[in-house]
């Protein structure tokens, strides 16, 4: 059974940084892409950021470009999201979500129906 692990959010001030990570577990990163979505409050989730599993290949949301980063490290079967550049907008749950399927090395995923695991998610308050 897969599983992934959400942590490391928190309460940060507009313009401070923090980094997600999410752990897997159950399989290895390797042939399955992996990605970042966020719901705030009242709001639908929406996608944020994925990675290929080689890591080569990533897309942003237009909302976050230029301040998130998303990285994996194989070793670990973990994948992180540094967030910079804080906006009180980013301020949601943030969801680490497995592929449901092995793909090419350069395949990111973008729909949320393509991913089949999902963690618990982690609460990223930024305050203004």
């Known amino acids: 059974q897969v599983q992934v692990t959400e942590s490391g959010g928190g309460l940060v001030q507009a313009g401070g940084s923090l980094r997600l990570s999410c752990a897997a577990s159950?399989?290895?990163?390797?042939?399955?892409?992996m990605g970042w979505f966020r719901q705030a409050p009242g709001k639908e989730r929406e996608f944020v950021s994925g990675?290929?599993?080689?890591?080569?290949?990533?897309y942003y949301a237009d909302s976050v470009k230029g301040r998130f980063t998303i990285s994996l490290d194989g070793a670990k079967n973990t994948v992180y999201l540094q967030l910079n550049s804080l906006k009180p907008e980013d301020t949601a749950v943030y969801y680490c979500a497995a592929d449901r399927s092995p793909r090419s090395a350069t395949t990111v995923v973008v729909s949320e129906t393509d991913y089949a695991y999902w963690g618990q998610g982690t609460q990223v308050t930024v305050s203004s």
């Open positions: 990675i290929a599993w080689s890591g080569e290949s990533t």
């Open positions: 159950g399989r290895p990163l390797s042939r399955y892409a």
